[in-house]
C-alpha cells in the first residue's frame, strides 16, 4: 500500500477550521455582495455626468459588471481547488492589489464607446469586483470540505446582503449621502473585508495545513458536473434573469429608471434565492410555488397584461407576485437540480446564465419583441418549466401540455388586451431597442407618440393648417410657447436648444430667421419623427438634429442660445445628471451672453421638481419661477388638443421677472388658467440642491401618489 503523503489534521483543529468557515460564512459573503451590489449605482452615477446615458455608456457598465460576475466565479472555482498555503497567497494578493487599484471611474473626453467604458470600469474596480463575486464560490467550497449539512446556505446568506444593499442605498445612502463620501466609505469598509478574507484564509491555512489539496473524500471527477446538467442551469439562470428584467422594464416605464426602480423586482428576485437556498426548502414548496405562479400570472393578466394602462398599486402588487412566484419557481428547479459536491461548478453555471439572460434582455428582446409584453411570456415559460418538473412525465408529449396549460390563459387574456389597442380605424406602429420603448397611435384625425403610459408628443392631421399647430405641452399658451413667443417678439432671430426631440413639436415655432438645435440620445427618435411628423420637414427655420447627451452636447459646445429647453423624459422622470448644479452651470454658460432662459418640462404624475431645481438655481445666482398651465378651451388661432403642462423657468431675475409678464395668472378669461410657484425662503439647506455629487430619486419621487389607484 502506498503510504500517505500528509499527515491527518487532529480533530480540534478540524473544529476550528469549521468555526472559522462559519465565522466567514456568517460575514464574508453578505458584505462582500453588498458591497459588490452597492458599487453598481455608485460607478453609474460617477461615469453618466461626463458620458451621458448614451448606449456605449449602458451597454459597456451592463457588460463590465456581467463580466466581472463571471470572472469572479471563475476566480471563486480556481482558488477553491488550490492548496490551503496557495489559497492564502492567491486571496491577499489579490486583496492587497484590489485595494490598493481602487477608486472612483473617471470620465474620459471625447464620445463614450464600449470599450471606453469598460476600460474605465475595469481600471478603477475589476480587481475589486473579482474577489467580491469569486467568495461565495470559496466559502462553499470550504463548507463542502468540512463536511457541513447545507454548503449552499452560504448562497443564500450572501443574497441577503444583496438584498440589504438594494433597499439601503435608494432610501438610506443615495440621499443622505454624496458619491465622494460613499466611495471612502466603501472603499474602507472593502479594505476591512479584504483583510477579513486574508485572515480566513490564513486561519485554514494555520489550522488545517496538512490538509491536501482535496480531502481525501473528495473525488474530483465526481464533483464535476454531468454534461446535461450545465445547460439546464444555464436556461433556468437566464430564463430567470430574463424574467426579472422584464417585470423591471414595466416599472422604468412607468418612473424612468434609477435604483429605486430595481427595488421591487429584484428584490423579490433576491428574495427567493435566499428562501430556496437557505437549507429548509422542500419538494412540496416548489408545487406550491408553482399553483402560486398560476394565479399570479392570471391576476396580472387580469389587472393589466398586455395593455398599456397605468402601473398603479394594485398592478404593481399583481406584478410583484408573478415576478416573485416566477422567481421560486426558477430558482426552485436550480435548487432541486444543484450537485451535493463540486458547487463552485454549479455558481459558474448561474453566473454564465444570469449574464447571458442580462444580454438577450438588451439584445434579443428588443429586437423579437417590439412592445415590452416579455414579462408575462417568460413567466408563462416559467410555468411551463414548473408544471412539466411537477408532472415527472418522461415522454415527449409533456413539454407541449405543460406549455399550453401555462401560455393558453396567458394568450386567451392577452390577445384581446393588445388589440383594444387597434380598436377602430387606428393603426399602431411599435419601436424597440436598447433605449426603450416608442408607440405611434394612427388615426384619421391625429397621429400620437408615447413610451408605455406617458405620452411624449401629437400631431393633428387632417388639415395643412392643423399639421402647423403645437399640441399637447407645447400649445401657445403652455409656458415654453409663451417663452417663444415672447423672445420672438423681442428679437429678429432667436438660437433655441431642446434636448429631447420628441414627435419635433417645437420646430412649429421656428421662424426663417430662427435656429432651433435638437439634441437626442436615442437614435431612433429623428427617423421616428420623419416618418411619423411633418413638424421638421415643415419647419420654416434652420432645424439641426444632434443625436448626443444634451449635458454632454452643451457642455462640449461654445454655442450661445436665448433659450435652453430640457425636455428629455424616461417613462415619467427626466434624468438626474441634465439637472445638477453643475449642469445648470453649463446650460447658464451658454444663455450668458444673450441673457437667455432655462425652461425645464416638469410634466410629470408622481415628482415634483420645483423645490430641487429652484434651490439648485438659487445657489447659481438664478431665479427659477414654476408654471402649471391648464387650457380648457382650443381656440381658432391657438392650443389646439391641449394638455396640463407644468415648465421650470430659470434665468437672471430680470429675465424670469420678464417671462412672468408673458405667463401671466390671469389672461382675463378663465379658458387658460395658470398657477406660480416660487422659492421660499427656507429649501431645506444643501440636501435640496442637486449635484454630480448627491441627487436621489426620493427627493422628488412619491411613492404614495404612484402607489395610489387609480
Given at each position: 500500500?502506498?503510504?500517505?503523503?500528509?499527515?491527518?489534521?487532529?480533530?480540534?483543529?478540524?473544529?476550528?477550521?469549521?468555526?472559522?468557515?462559519?465565522?466567514?460564512?456568517?460575514?464574508?459573503?453578505?458584505?462582500?455582495?453588498?458591497?459588490?451590489?452597492?458599487?453598481?449605482?455608485?460607478?453609474?452615477?460617477?461615469?453618466?455626468?461626463?458620458?451621458?446615458?448614451?448606449?456605449?455608456?449602458?451597454?459597456?457598465?451592463?457588460?463590465?459588471?456581467?463580466?466581472?460576475?463571471?470572472?469572479?466565479?471563475?476566480?471563486?472555482?480556481?482558488?477553491?481547488?488550490?492548496?490551503?498555503?496557495?489559497?492564502?497567497?492567491?486571496?491577499?494578493?489579490?486583496?492587497?492589489?484590489?485595494?490598493?487599484?481602487?477608486?472612483?471611474?473617471?470620465?474620459?473626453?471625447?464620445?463614450?464607446?464600449?470599450?471606453?467604458?469598460?476600460?474605465?470600469?475595469?481600471?478603477?474596480?475589476?480587481?475589486?469586483?473579482?474577489?467580491?463575486?469569486?467568495?461565495?464560490?470559496?466559502?462553499?467550497?470550504?463548507?463542502?470540505?468540512?463536511?457541513?449539512?447545507?454548503?449552499?446556505?452560504?448562497?443564500?446568506?450572501?443574497?441577503?446582503?444583496?438584498?440589504?444593499?438594494?433597499?439601503?442605498?435608494?432610501?438610506?445612502?443615495?440621499?443622505?449621502?454624496?458619491?465622494?463620501?460613499?466611495?471612502?466609505?466603501?472603499?474602507?469598509?472593502?479594505?476591512?473585508?479584504?483583510?477579513?478574507?486574508?485572515?480566513?484564509?490564513?486561519?485554514?491555512?494555520?489550522?488545517?495545513?496538512?490538509?491536501?489539496?482535496?480531502?481525501?473524500?473528495?473525488?474530483?471527477?465526481?464533483?464535476?458536473?454531468?454534461?446535461?446538467?450545465?445547460?439546464?442551469?444555464?436556461?433556468?439562470?437566464?430564463?430567470?434573469?430574463?424574467?426579472?428584467?422584464?417585470?423591471?422594464?414595466?416599472?422604468?416605464?412607468?418612473?424612468?429608471?434609477?435604483?429605486?426602480?430595481?427595488?421591487?423586482?429584484?428584490?423579490?428576485?433576491?428574495?427567493?434565492?435566499?428562501?430556496?437556498?437557505?437549507?429548509?426548502?422542500?419538494?412540496?414548496?416548489?408545487?406550491?410555488?408553482?399553483?402560486?405562479?398560476?394565479?399570479?400570472?392570471?391576476?396580472?393578466?387580469?389587472?393589466?397584461?398586455?395593455?398599456?394602462?397605468?402601473?398603479d398599486g394594485i398592478r404593481v402588487v399583481a406584478l410583484l407576485a408573478a415576478a416573485g412566484a416566477a422567481a421560486l419557481v426558477s430558482t426552485a428547479l436550480l435548487h432541486a437540480t444543484r450537485p451535493e459536491r463540486g458547487g463552485a461548478w454549479f455558481y459558474l453555471a448561474l453566473g454564465v446564465g444570469g449574464a447571458g439572460g442580462g444580454m438577450l434582455a438588451?439584445?434579443?428582446?428588443?429586437?423579437?419583441?417590439?412592445?415590452?409584453?416579455?414579462?408575462?411570456?417568460?413567466?408563462?415559460?416559467?410555468?411551463?418549466?414548473?408544471?412539466?418538473?411537477?408532472?415527472?412525465?418522461?415522454?415527449?408529449?409533456?413539454?407541449?401540455?405543460?406549455?399550453?396549460?401555462?401560455?393558453?390563459?396567458?394568450?386567451?387574456?392577452?390577445?384581446?388586451?393588445?388589440?383594444?389597442?387597434?380598436?377602430?380605424?387606428?393603426?399602431?406602429?411599435?419601436?424597440?431597442?436598447?433605449?426603450?420603448?416608442?408607440?405611434?397611435?394612427?388615426?384619421?384625425?391625429?397621429?400620437?407618440?408615447?413610451?408605455?403610459?406617458?405620452?411624449?408628443?401629437?400631431?393633428?392631421?387632417?388639415?395643412?393648417?392643423?399639421?402647423?399647430?403645437?399640441?399637447?405641452?407645447?400649445?401657445?399658451?403652455?409656458?415654453?410657447?409663451?417663452?417663444?413667443?415672447?423672445?420672438?417678439?423681442?428679437?429678429?432671430?432667436?438660437?433655441?436648444?431642446?434636448?429631447?426631440?420628441?414627435?419635433?413639436?417645437?420646430?412649429?415655432?421656428?421662424?426663417?430667421?430662427?435656429?432651433?438645435?435638437?439634441?437626442?440620445?436615442?437614435?431612433?427618435?429623428?427617423?421616428?419623427?420623419?416618418?411619423?411628423?411633418?413638424?421638421?420637414?415643415?419647419?420654416?427655420?434652420?432645424?439641426?438634429?444632434?443625436?448626443?447627451?444634451?449635458?454632454?452636447?452643451?457642455?462640449?459646445?461654445?454655442?450661445?442660445?436665448?433659450?435652453?429647453?430640457?425636455?428629455?423624459?424616461?417613462?415619467?422622470?427626466?434624468?438626474?445628471?441634465?439637472?445638477?448644479?453643475?449642469?445648470?452651470?453649463?446650460?447658464?454658460?451658454?444663455?450668458?451672453?444673450?441673457?437667455?432662459?432655462?425652461?425645464?418640462?416638469?410634466?410629470?404624475?408622481?415628482?415634483?421638481?420645483?423645490?430641487?431645481?429652484?434651490?439648485?438655481?438659487?445657489?447659481?445666482?438664478?431665479?427659477?419661477?414654476?408654471?402649471?398651465?391648464?387650457?380648457?378651451?382650443?381656440?381658432?388661432?391657438?392650443?389646439?388638443?391641449?394638455?396640463?403642462?407644468?415648465?421650470?423657468?430659470?434665468?437672471?431675475?430680470?429675465?424670469?421677472?420678464?417671462?412672468?409678464?408673458?405667463?401671466?395668472?390671469?389672461?382675463?378669461?378663465?379658458?387658460?388658467?395658470?398657477?406660480?410657484?416660487?422659492?421660499?425662503?427656507?429649501?431645506?439647506?444643501?440636501?435640496?440642491?442637486?449635484?454630480?455629487?448627491?441627487?436621489?430619486?426620493?427627493?422628488?419621487?412619491?411613492?404614495?401618489?404612484?402607489?395610489?389607484?387609480?
Amino acid at each position: 500500500m502506498q503510504a500517505a503523503n500528509h499527515t491527518a489534521p487532529s480533530p480540534n483543529s478540524m473544529r476550528l477550521a469549521s468555526r472559522i468557515v462559519i465565522i466567514l460564512s456568517l460575514a464574508v459573503p453578505p458584505l462582500g455582495a453588498a458591497l459588490a451590489f452597492v458599487l453598481q449605482p455608485m460607478a453609474g452615477k460617477a461615469l453618466l455626468p461626463r458620458l451621458g446615458g448614451t448606449s456605449a455608456s449602458w451597454l459597456g457598465a451592463c457588460l463590465f459588471f456581467q463580466a466581472a460576475l463571471v470572472l469572479g466565479y471563475v476566480w471563486g472555482l480556481w482558488v477553491s481547488k488550490l492548496h490551503p498555503s496557495r489559497q492564502l497567497l492567491a486571496q491577499a494578493s489579490l486583496g492587497v492589489v484590489a485595494v490598493i487599484a481602487f477608486h472612483a471611474p473617471r470620465g474620459f473626453y471625447g464620445a463614450p464607446t464600449l470599450g471606453g467604458v469598460m476600460s474605465s470600469l475595469a481600471l478603477s474596480c475589476l480587481p475589486a469586483m473579482v474577489l467580491l463575486f469569486g467568495l461565495s464560490p470559496w466559502v462553499h467550497s470550504w463548507r463542502e470540505r468540512l463536511g457541513h449539512p447545507e454548503p449552499y446556505a452560504v448562497y443564500a446568506i450572501s443574497n441577503v446582503g444583496s438584498l440589504a444593499a438594494l433597499l439601503l442605498y435608494p432610501f438610506l445612502i443615495e440621499p443622505q449621502t454624496g458619491l465622494t463620501d460613499q466611495f471612502a466609505v466603501w472603499h474602507g469598509l472593502f479594505a476591512m473585508l479584504a483583510a477579513l478574507i486574508a485572515a480566513g484564509a490564513w486561519g485554514l491555512w494555520a489550522t488545517a495545513r496538512s490538509l491536501p489539496a482535496q480531502p481525501q473524500a473528495y473525488d474530483e471527477q465526481s464533483s464535476r458536473p454531468s454534461l446535461g446538467l450545465i445547460p439546464l442551469w444555464l436556461g433556468l439562470a437566464a430564463l430567470g434573469t430574463l424574467t426579472m428584467l422584464g417585470a423591471t422594464q414595466l416599472v422604468v416605464d412607468e418612473i424612468g429608471s434609477g435604483p429605486i426602480a430595481w427595488v421591487g423586482p429584484l428584490g423579490v428576485y433576491l428574495a427567493a434565492f435566499a428562501l430556496v437556498f437557505c437549507g429548509r426548502w422542500r419538494d412540496w414548496m416548489t408545487g406550491t410555488a408553482v399553483v402560486a405562479l398560476a394565479l399570479a400570472i392570471t391576476g396580472y393578466m387580469t389587472t393589466r397584461g398586455f395593455g398599456a394602462s397605468t402601473m398603479d398599486g394594485i398592478r404593481v402588487v399583481a406584478l410583484l407576485a408573478a415576478a416573485g412566484a416566477a422567481a421560486l419557481v426558477s430558482t426552485a428547479l436550480l435548487h432541486a437540480t444543484r450537485p451535493e459536491r463540486g458547487g463552485a461548478w454549479f455558481y459558474l453555471a448561474l453566473g454564465v446564465g444570469g449574464a447571458g439572460g442580462g444580454m438577450l434582455a438588451l439584445w434579443a428582446v428588443p429586437a423579437l419583441l417590439p412592445r415590452p409584453v416579455e414579462f408575462p411570456l417568460l413567466a408563462a415559460a416559467t410555468l411551463a418549466c414548473g408544471l412539466f418538473w411537477a408532472s415527472r412525465w418522461k415522454h415527449a408529449g409533456a413539454a407541449a401540455a405543460c406549455a399550453a396549460v401555462a401560455i393558453g390563459p396567458v394568450l386567451l387574456l392577452g390577445i384581446p388586451q393588445a388589440l383594444d389597442d387597434r380598436m377602430g380605424d387606428s393603426k399602431i406602429t411599435h419601436y424597440r431597442d436598447l433605449h426603450g420603448h416608442l408607440m405611434i397611435k394612427t388615426d384619421d384625425r391625429s397621429v400620437v407618440l408615447s413610451s408605455a403610459t406617458t405620452t411624449h408628443g401629437s400631431q393633428l392631421t387632417e388639415s395643412a393648417e392643423s399639421r402647423q399647430r403645437p399640441t399637447l405641452y407645447y400649445t401657445e399658451s403652455s409656458a415654453v410657447g409663451c417663452a417663444l413667443q415672447g423672445l420672438q417678439a423681442k428679437k429678429a432671430s432667436i438660437r433655441v436648444a431642446i434636448v429631447g426631440l420628441g414627435a419635433g413639436t417645437l420646430a412649429s415655432y421656428a421662424r426663417e430667421s430662427d435656429e432651433f438645435v435638437f439634441i437626442d440620445v436615442d437614435p431612433k427618435i429623428e427617423s421616428v419623427a420623419r416618418r411619423h411628423f411633418t413638424y421638421l420637414a415643415d419647419a420654416k427655420g434652420k432645424i439641426e438634429i444632434r443625436l448626443a447627451d444634451g449635458r454632454a452636447a452643451l457642455t462640449d459646445t461654445h454655442e450661445d442660445f436665448d433659450l435652453i429647453v430640457i425636455d428629455a423624459f424616461m417613462g415619467d422622470g427626466v434624468p438626474p445628471h441634465l439637472l445638477t448644479f453643475e449642469a445648470l452651470a453649463q446650460y447658464q454658460a451658454r444663455i450668458a451672453k444673450h441673457d437667455g432662459l432655462i425652461l425645464v418640462h416638469a410634466t410629470m404624475r408622481y415628482s415634483n421638481l420645483f423645490p430641487i431645481m429652484a434651490a439648485t438655481a438659487r445657489s447659481l445666482g438664478l431665479e427659477a419661477l414654476g408654471v402649471t398651465t391648464e387650457i380648457d378651451d382650443s381656440l381658432p388661432h391657438r392650443d389646439w388638443d391641449p394638455a396640463i403642462s407644468t415648465y421650470i423657468a430659470l434665468g437672471s431675475a430680470g429675465r424670469v421677472q420678464e417671462f412672468e409678464t408673458w405667463v401671466p395668472l390671469d389672461e382675463g378669461t378663465e379658458r387658460v388658467r395658470r398657477k406660480h410657484e416660487r422659492l421660499t425662503a427656507f429649501f431645506g439647506g444643501p440636501r435640496a440642491i442637486w449635484t454630480d455629487d448627491r441627487s436621489a430619486a426620493l427627493d422628488v419621487l412619491s411613492l404614495k401618489q404612484w402607489l395610489a389607484p387609480r
